[in-house]
């Protein structure tokens, strides 16, 4: 059974700041932690990761701006700089870890999004 709440999203304008939390419940261990985003008309798209062992990484367009973090049972996303296209529906997720292919396997357990729009 996981649960997964996000909260944080709201409209800014260009060049401001946001930071996206996400709760996490969870009867199993947790072994990789995610922020996807998912704007109109566009596929979800993956925007930070923790893996199993602690290493972040980030798609392209967010590096440098957005920095995620976490403790024991939230995942946070703390995003500067703004941009209209981070215009999304963002969200969280949770996923085990493959040792076999040493990555994360796929994501599949999805809250209710949080929206944040990005106005220039």
């Known amino acids: 059974q996981v649960q997964l709440v996000e909260s944080g999203g709201g409209s800014v304008q260009a060049g401001g700041s946001l930071r996206l939390s996400c709760a996490v419940s969870i009867y199993s261990s947790v072994n990789c932690m995610a922020w996807f985003r998912q704007a109109p008309g566009k596929e979800r798209e993956g925007v930070a990761e923790f893996d199993l062992y602690g290493k972040t990484t980030y798609a392209d367009s967010v590096k440098g701006r957005f920095t995620v973090s976490k403790d024991k049972n939230n995942l946070y996303l703390q995003m500067n700089h703004l941009k209209p296209e981070d215009t999304a529906m963002y969200y969280c997720?949770?996923?085990?870890?493959?040792?076999?292919?040493?990555?994360?396997?796929?994501?599949?357990?999805w809250g209710q999004g949080t929206q944040v729009t990005v106005s220039s």
């Open positions: 997720s949770v996923a085990p870890f493959s040792f076999y292919y040493s990555a994360c396997e796929d994501y599949r357990h």
